[in-house]
């Protein structure tokens, strides 16, 4: 069971509904076998609210298309709260545009991988990157979206 909270700092003209982030997450969720109880939050940025974000998180002064704040627990707090995202908007829009993607499969793309980092997945190394673009891929067929590293 997923709780997720979807808050948007930005005009809603081009970008996804709430449900839709939800059916995302949750195809995550699913393909990464995570079966317990689910909470996270998104947050649709602009470009500004996204440039400080990884600027002050990553050191990178430049906005990108999302930033994963895996939950950090104190030691024997079991809650189901894996995080949160933050999804630019901009960003996005532009990527899918220059990259000739579907605008609502890039959002997608965006989400699942997101996701996936909140859940431990990272693309640092070599091995990593390719397990988790596989893992992606696959989750992204289940929704009917095309290979997003073709």
Same mark, same amino acid.
């Given at each position: 069971?997923?709780?997720?909270?979807?808050?948007?700092?930005?005009?809603?003209?081009?970008?996804?509904? =709430?449900? =839709?982030?939800?059916?995302?997450?949750?195809?995550?969720?699913? !393909?990464?076998?995570?079966?317990?109880?689910?909470?996270?939050?998104?947050?649709?940025?602009?470009?500004?609210?996204?440039?400080?974000?990884?600027?002050?998180?990553?050191?990178?002064?430049?906005?990108?298309?999302?930033? =994963?704040?895996?939950?950090?627990?104190?030691? !024997?707090?079991?809650?189901?709260?894996?995080?949160?995202?933050?999804?630019?908007?901009?960003?996005?829009?532009?990527?899918?545009?220059?990259? !000739?993607?579907?605008?609502?499969?890039?959002?997608?793309?965006?989400?699942?991988?997101?996701?996936?980092?909140?859940?431990?997945?990272?693309?640092?190394?070599?091995?990593?990157?390719?397990?988790?673009?596989?893992?992606?891929?696959?989750?992204?067929?289940?929704?009917?979206? =095309?290979?997003?590293?073709?």
């Amino acid at each position: 069971m997923l709780q997720l909270s979807v808050g948007y700092a930005v005009a809603r003209a081009g970008v996804p509904s =709430s449900a =839709s982030f939800r059916q995302w997450a949750e195809a995550a969720l699913r !393909g990464a076998r995570r079966r317990k109880a689910t909470e996270l939050s998104i947050r649709i940025v602009d470009t500004d609210e996204g440039r400080a974000l990884n600027r002050d998180y990553r050191d990178k002064d430049y906005a990108t298309n999302v930033l =994963s704040f895996p939950a950090e627990l104190p030691p !024997g707090i079991d809650l189901p709260l894996i995080g949160d995202l933050a999804i630019c908007a901009p960003v996005v829009a532009r990527e899918a545009t220059e990259q !000739g993607k579907r605008p609502r499969d890039h959002w997608a793309h965006m989400t699942v991988h997101g996701v996936l980092h909140l859940l431990g997945y990272d693309h640092i190394e070599d091995a990593e990157a390719e397990a988790m673009e596989a893992l992606e891929t696959r989750i992204l067929a289940g929704l009917g979206i =095309s290979d997003p590293y073709a």
